[in-house]
């Protein structure tokens, strides 16, 4: 026959899950990758610098995508980013982002980043 279970060896179990909860509550998030941003800033040549070399530089980029102007020119688009910060509310979240247009010949054309 079965042994009965007693309220501790039911309650245990349950403490563990709620202390795992109340602890996945602090975590500390990651997104992306760093980059050396100032590096990329001290180096970058628009016209001339490629998007070979910016991988060289930064590593791959998280994302590649396109880039429509309001003068129908079309740009490939790359972005880097990193993101931080403590679930749940992210309060203290720091966000570095590199977004760079490189044209028809793989050449950076133009970027924008923010860092905090």
Do not use: N
């Amino acid at each position: 026959m079965p042994k009965a279970r007693t309220p501790r060896t039911i309650a245990r179990p349950g403490a563990l899950a709620l202390a795992a909860l109340l602890a996945g509550c602090a975590s500390a998030v990651r997104l992306g990758h760093d980059f050396p941003l100032d590096a990329f800033l001290a180096r970058v040549q628009p016209g001339v610098t490629t998007g070979q070399e910016l991988e060289a530089w930064l590593g791959p980029p998280a994302a590649r995508g396109g880039s429509v102007e309001p003068d129908g020119a079309r740009y490939e688009q790359w972005t880097w980013y990193l993101g931080s910060g403590t679930l749940p509310a992210l309060r203290d979240a720091r966000l570095k982002i590199l977004q760079v247009k490189l044209d028809a010949q793989g050449r950076v054309r133009a970027y924008t980043w923010s860092a905090p």
